[in-house]
């Protein structure tokens, strides 16, 4: 079977700085792979190459068969959850897939079709009609994982979805985002600082170092790497980057990202 995401030998400097090293992975079609690693790992840089957000100095890597020299493609291929928000809080939750439909070029008919099923599986049915401002933390998150598989995506890319939700929003969230896999095969490629999240939601999980890729595998894999059969997540990051405390890592930019997102979800 093709991989639906082929990574090979990726490069990003900026400036003096090289964010992304030499990185190379594959992801088949519906897994769901993670991208762990500290800040200033370099996850963020190779989502954005991934998504045709930046253009890499070298390297090559192609979504859902088409190159990175196709962004237009590759954008209509995938759905990208970010950090930042996506959703107009001065607009209903039914509004606001509306117009990313229409932006992904959807027409009514079909619109009408599936905007009420994804309300439904994102569990905002009920919410619809009311103005996003008035959203908990966790609604609006299910209803910026409902624009991105709105045009049903090949692919969706998750940004640290759950960062700054409660932990019985973000156990919610997990059952919906099974329930993407389940209910339309899509492939989730997630980014996290929840080493639980990784291990409980995806298949594979590669960990990311200055720049590098240290390592890559299964849960059962990277125990056996690390020589540590009974070891969760966090010890085997421990293991293989020395640390657990990857919002320690990061610049004054880093941290203002989190608390701003911790806000407008709390």
């Known amino acids: 079977m093709e991989p639906i995401i ?3 030998n990726l490069n990003k400097s900026f400036k003096e700085v090289q964010a992304v090293k030499d990185v190379s992975f594959k992801v088949a079609p519906g897994e769901c792979f993670a991208l762990l690693g500290p800040n200033g790992a370099g996850k963020s840089t190779t989502i ?3 998504i045709t957000l930046l253009a890499p100095d070298s390297g090559e890597a192609w979504v859902n068969g088409f190159s990175l020299r196709q962004p237009g493609h590759i954008r209509e291929s995938i759905g990208y959850v970010p950090q930042s928000l996506s959703v107009d809080g001065a607009l209903t939750g039914y509004e606001n897939l509306m117009i990313f439909g229409k932006l992904y070029g959807m027409g009514a008919k079909e619109l009408k079709e599936r905007i009420p099923r994804i309300l439904e599986l994102m569990d905002l049915t009920e919410a619809a009609q009311r103005l996003v401002a008035h959203y908990s933390g966790g609604m609006v998150r299910r209803l910026e994982v409902g624009q991105a598989i709105l045009h049903h995506p090949a692919v969706i890319f998750l940004d640290e979805p759950t960062v700054g939700l409660d932990p019985v929003a ?3 969230l997990w059952g919906h985002i099974r329930g993407l896999q389940k ?3 899509m492939t989730l490629f997630l980014t996290t600082h929840y080493m639980d999240e990784a291990q409980e939601l995806c298949d594979r999980i590669a960990i990311m170092n200055k720049g590098s890729i240290e390592v890559m595998g299964t ?5 056996k790497k690390a020589r540590m059969p009974r070891a969760d997540m966090d010890e085997l990051f421990v293991h293989f980057v020395g640390h657990l405390e990857p919002e320690e890592q990061g610049d004054l930019s880093d941290v203002k990202r989190i608390r701003r997102t911790a806000r407008r979800l709390g």
């Open 219 to 223: 849960l059962a894999e990277l125990r």
């Open 6 to 8: 082929k990574v090979q």
């Open 183 to 185: 209910e339309y095969g």
């Open 48 to 50: 954005k190459m991934l």
């Open 170 to 172: 973000r156990k919610a």
